[in-house]
Nanobody
Framework: QVQLVESGGGLVQAGGSLRLSCAAS??????MGWYRQAPRKQRELVAT???????NYADSVKGRFTISRDNVKNTVYLQMGSLTPEDTAVYYC????????????WGQGTQVTVSS
């Protein structure tokens, strides 16, 4: 049973930083990443990273957030800086793995709240 477990969310003041971590119980993930969902909004991509280290960011977080991963620890990180209240959301870890066919996995989510 593959599980993704996020940690590192919390309350931070605008302009501050937070680091999210997501530990996967399995291995062999192709793409791992982070999505977020704010109240009354759809879930949106924040950043993804391939097993080879290629990254992709939403325009709204470019230059402020950095995604990284440790393939040995099966962990993906999201370093968030210059946070604004618009970054307030539940952040979900994502990973996909091919075992015959592609499987998508999601974490349970971690709340990030940025106060003004």
């Amino acid at each position: 049973q593959v599980q993704l477990v996020e940690s590192g969310g919390g309350l931070v003041q605008a302009g501050g930083s937070l680091r999210l971590s997501c530990a996967a119980s399995g291995s062999g993930f192709s793409i791992m990443g982070w999505y977020r969902q704010a109240p009354r909004k759809q879930r949106e991509l924040v950043a993804t990273i391939t097993s080879g280290g290629q990254t992709n960011y939403a325009d709204s977080v470019k230059g402020r957030f950095t995604i990284s991963r440790d393939n040995v620890k099966n962990t993906v990180y999201l370093q968030m800086g210059s946070l604004t209240p618009e970054d307030t959301a539940v952040y979900y870890c994502y990973g996909n793995v091919r075992r015959g066919r592609w499987y998508d996995y999601w974490g349970q989510g971690t709340q990030v709240t940025v106060s003004s």
